[in-house]
């Protein structure tokens, strides 16, 4: 759940497996871009921000090897703890060595069964009905929770939609559900996730394709809204970044909104539980950094389910179309990769020196403030059109305007006070902290569940590039005006 300046918001939680190439392609763009808006004036710029209308050799080669190589790194990672006690080494070596032959590895991972799709068939029909059959009631006796019907911002083609929000509702129903069948009820273990991981991960990547396949159709022969689709004549860019912005089945089915947030993200909680009561089934204790682990990321979920109405204001929502790396990225990537810490303990469990569990607790809640309050200083600014107060004073900010699609004028204010002073993207900063604690509750034997803080520093930084390429090509010379009063992007004074 990241913001981008102080005027869109990005979300992490669904970190998005595109962004490496894309600083590459929208900086490209943005020079086209400046090239033609001088010879052709304003209307050249109309809707330009989002994806891309035309494809160079980097993007489409980036593409290609994140469509064949991101479900085998899946697969990699879950494999090696379940058949090499997740080291990540020990399967290359053994190849390379021949003592082992990729079909020996193949043979041993477990095959889809019926029991994993009935399972999962069931989940995801399950948040189907809450999603879409229980409006949301949080709001009406949580202070300061938003909830119900909201809407969302102007996509390109000047169009508002409106939503349902009850991720909140969904998640308290979903585990109180949980707890019950786990403390009396007893219709399955409360292992049953950990005990189906990998037949659970071919149902998740059909899923994830189906879903995929069918927005890409939807987007060509009956698309939502066809003044916010993009298409570029290249079926692999098309496919994996989307065609459509927003699209929709009905009036409320947002395809959005539902995978970014349910299955994934409902599941991420779940999954740490079901990790937790594995590790007290083999070993007759769960270990502080397990609870370690299932608290700082369960903070981080029920916080984006508290501000799902914030989300409406992301990248995800406000630039980017709904394509693969959404679809299958929300599917497999998100719930198989950031729980990687809590696999891990599974297999090694870690018993934290108490210094040590401290630490980890305040760095992640840290992270969390910084993050949490950097975003709350942007949303009272946005929502207060700058009639607040920031740090006790009135904050200041850049005036600027962009034009969509449609032609239609927008004006917007960039903050440059609070947190916003310190660094454009200083809630990246926060969420980076709060990454790391995740991997330090694990120790230091190996390398596996440090993945997360590489991969999101590697994330985070090409997203802060894309983003600021995207301002850019959006505000034009307002965008120049708050880079040349907030120099930083992530760490004052040094980047």
Not at 222 to 247: H, L, Q, S, V
Not at 251 to 260: R, S
Request: proline content about 4%.
């Amino acid at each position: 759940m990241e913001q981008v300046a102080p005027e869109v918001v990005d979300t992490e939680g669904m970190a998005r497996l595109h962004d490496i190439m894309a600083a590459h392609q929208e900086k490209k763009l943005a020079e086209e871009r400046k090239h033609q808006n001088k010879q052709n004036g304003p209307k050249a710029s109309q809707g330009q921000w989002g994806r891309a209308w035309e494809v160079d050799w980097f993007s489409l080669a980036s593409i290609l090897f994140l469509l064949m190589f991101a479900p085998l790194i899946v697969y990699y990672f879950i494999m090696s703890c379940a058949q090499y006690q997740c080291s990540l080494t020990d399967p290359l070596l053994d190849l390379l060595k021949g003592n082992k032959h990729l079909s020996d590895i193949w043979n041993r991972t477990p095959m889809l069964t019926y029991r994993a799709a009935g399972i999962y068939s069931l989940w995801v029909t399950f948040q189907v009905v809450l999603y879409m059959s229980i409006p949301d009631f949080c709001h009406k006796f949580l202070p300061g929770y938003v909830g119900g019907v909201q809407e969302g911002a102007v996509t390109p083609a000047g169009v508002v939609n409106k939503y349902e929000i009850n991720g909140l509702q969904a998640w308290i129903i979903t585990h109180v559900l949980w707890f019950a069948n786990a403390s009396c009820l007893h219709f399955f273990s409360p292992t049953i996730i950990f005990d189906n991981w990998i037949p659970l991960l071919w149902c998740a990547n059909i899923l994830g394709y189906a879903v995929s396949t069918f927005a890409m159709i939807k987007g060509y022969l009956f698309p939502t809204n066809a003044k916010d689709c993009k298409f570029t004549g290249n079926f692999f860019y098309d496919y994996m970044m989307g065609i459509e912005f927003n699209p929709r089945i009905g009036k409320w089915f947002d395809f959005k909104l539902f995978f970014n947030g349910r299955p994934g993200i409902v599941a991420w909680t779940l999954i740490n539980l079901s990790f937790a009561a594995k590790q007290q089934e083999l070993y007759g204790e769960v270990t502080n950094s397990m609870i370690l682990v299932n608290v700082l990321q369960g903070i981080y979920v029920l916080d984006f389910f508290w501000n799902e109405a914030w989300y409406l204001k992301t990248i995800d929502i406000c630039h980017d179309h709904f394509g693969w790396y959404l679809g299958w990225g929300d599917c497999v990537w998100l719930p198989y990769l950031y729980t990687l810490q809590g696999l891990y303990l599974v297999y090694h469990p870690v018993q934290l020196h108490t210094a040590h569990a401290v630490g980890v607790l305040i760095l992640g809640l840290l992270g969390y403030y910084i993050f949490r309050v950097t975003n709350h200083q942007k949303d009272l600014f946005r929502r207060t059109n700058g009639n607040c107060r920031i740090w006790g004073k009135r904050p200041e900010y850049i005036e600027c305007s962009y034009t969509s699609v449609d032609g239609t004028k927008y004006y917007s204010k960039l903050m440059t006070s609070g947190f916003w002073g310190w660094a454009r993207h200083f809630n990246y900063t926060g969420d980076l902290m709060g990454s790391l604690a995740y991997c330090l509750a694990c120790g230091f034997e190996h390398i596996l569940p440090y993945f997360y803080i590489i991969y999101m520093t590697i994330l985070l930084t090409h997203r802060c590039i894309r983003d600021e390429h995207r301002c850019s090509s959006k505000y034009g010379k307002d965008w120049k005006r708050y880079t040349a009063a907030v120099p930083y992007r992530l760490l004052p004074g040094v980047f």
